[in-house]
Nanobody, 127 residues
C-alpha cells in the first residue's frame, strides 16, 4: 500500500512564502514522475508543477513560473514545493501525486496520468 502525506500548508500573508512537503510511504512505492496540483473552493483541480523522479527536470504551470520551485529527495522519498511571492489567488488545497509508470520525456500535467494521491494540505494567503 502506497501512501502520500502532504504537510507544510497554513496561513501566510500576501508576498510571503511556504514550503510544502510530500512524503511517500509503502514498500512498493516507486515513481517516475511526481507532481503538485491544487484546488480552490468552487474551482476545478489544476496542475501546478511536475518533476521527473530521476533527473529532476521540472515543468510548471504558467501562473507559478518564477515563483514556485518543485524538488525531490529520492533518499527520503519526498517531494517539495517552495512557494514564494504568494498571492490570495494561490489559496487552495494542494495535493501531491505520483506516477509510477511513464518514463518518456513528456511532462505529466493531467490528473489521470497519476496513480497515487495524497489527502492534501491547505494554503490560505491573506491580502
Amino acid at each position: 500500500q502506497v501512501q502520500l502525506v502532504e504537510s507544510g500548508g497554513g496561513l501566510v500573508q500576501a508576498g510571503g512564502s511556504l514550503r510544502l512537503s510530500c512524503a511517500a510511504f509503502g514498500r512498493t512505492f516507486r515513481a517516475t514522475n511526481m507532481g503538485w496540483f491544487r484546488q480552490a473552493p468552487g474551482k476545478e483541480r489544476e496542475f501546478v508543477a511536475t518533476i521527473k523522479w530521476s533527473g529532476s527536470m521540472a515543468y510548471y504551470a504558467d501562473f507559478v513560473k518564477g515563483r514556485f520551485s518543485i524538488s525531490r529527495d529520492i533518499a527520503k522519498n519526498s517531494l517539495y514545493l517552495q512557494m514564494n511571492e504568494l498571492t490570495p489567488e494561490d489559496s487552495a488545497h494542494y495535493y501531491c501525486a505520483a506516477d509510477r509508470e511513464y518514463s518518456g520525456g513528456g511532462y505529466r500535467t493531467l490528473q489521470w496520468q497519476y496513480d497515487y494521491w495524497g489527502q492534501g494540505t491547505h494554503v490560505t494567503v491573506s491580502s
